[in-house]
């Protein structure tokens, strides 16, 4: 299995809503990510979990809450968003977090907020 | 931090001319090159990568190359095909972790 799975595909929730999406790999990576893109930009890092553990938070705001319950799974929480955080949100792995592993991305889920 | 400039923004070549897509980084300290490709509504797949002790690396139709002393980097795409047609992402990795940070992407069309 060489795939990063993203659930769901598309999301809709409102500012009031809470809402969750996953990820998961079973290529035995020990790094995760979370990156968001906007529609004709790059994508940008939010978090960075190594070995289950949050090692970087690009200054994301509260709103966004991650979580890693193991090594195979990444879960990103999500409450009280705003209509600007509509986005395609990514989420990658590597076999361990270093300064040149290969990221392999998961499809993403389109995400709007009315 | 990283500030990755990426060029042309948008690049439109006949089907088995060549592609050429520039980058620059600003990190003396970046040793790590990747380059992805995004179809429409689809994720970023790696399509090759190269590092700060390789000055060229080539892999079928696609090369990429490297000169860091004038810290820049280029994709070189031979005999282009409509399947080229994509969003080109360069990044440069520094730091102690893996992050990248994106070029602002280039829209290559390749037209019959």
């Known amino acids: 299995d060489t795939e990063v799975t993203q659930t769901p595909k598309h999301l809709v929730m409102g500012m009031t809503n809470k809402k969750s999406l996953k990820c998961e790999q079973h290529?035995?990576?020990?790094?995760m990510y979370w990156y968001k893109q906007k529609a004709k930009k790059p994508p940008e890092l939010m978090f960075v979990y190594s070995y289950e553990k949050l090692s970087i938070n690009e200054s994301v705001p509260s709103r966004f809450s991650p979580e890693c319950p193991n090594s195979s799974l990444l879960n990103l929480h999500l409450h009280a968003l705003q209509p600007e955080d509509s986005a395609l949100y990514l989420c990658?792995?590597?076999?361990?977090?270093?300064?040149?592993?290969?990221?392999?991305f998961g499809s993403g889920t389109q995400l709007s907020v009315l | 931090g990283e500030n990755v400039e990426q060029h042309p923004s948008t690049l439109s070549v006949q089907e088995g001319d060549s592609a050429v897509i520039k980058c620059t980084y600003s990190d003396s300290a970046s040793n790590y090159f990747p380059w992805y490709k995004q179809e429409l509504g689809k994720r970023p797949q790696l399509i090759i990568d190269?590092?700060?002790?390789?000055g060229e690396k080539k892999d079928q139709r696609i090369a990429v190359t490297l000169n860091k002393t004038a810290k820049h980097f280029s994709l070189h795409i031979t005999e282009t095909q409509p399947e080229d047609s994509a969003v080109y992402f360069c990044a440069a990795n520094t730091g102690t972790a893996s992050k990248l940070t994106f070029g602002t992407g280039t829209r290559l069309q390749v037209t019959l």
């Open positions: 990658a792995s590597s076999q361990i977090e270093s300064l040149n592993e290969k990221l392999f």
């Open positions: 190269i590092r700060s002790n390789v």
């Open positions: 290529m035995g990576h020990r790094a």
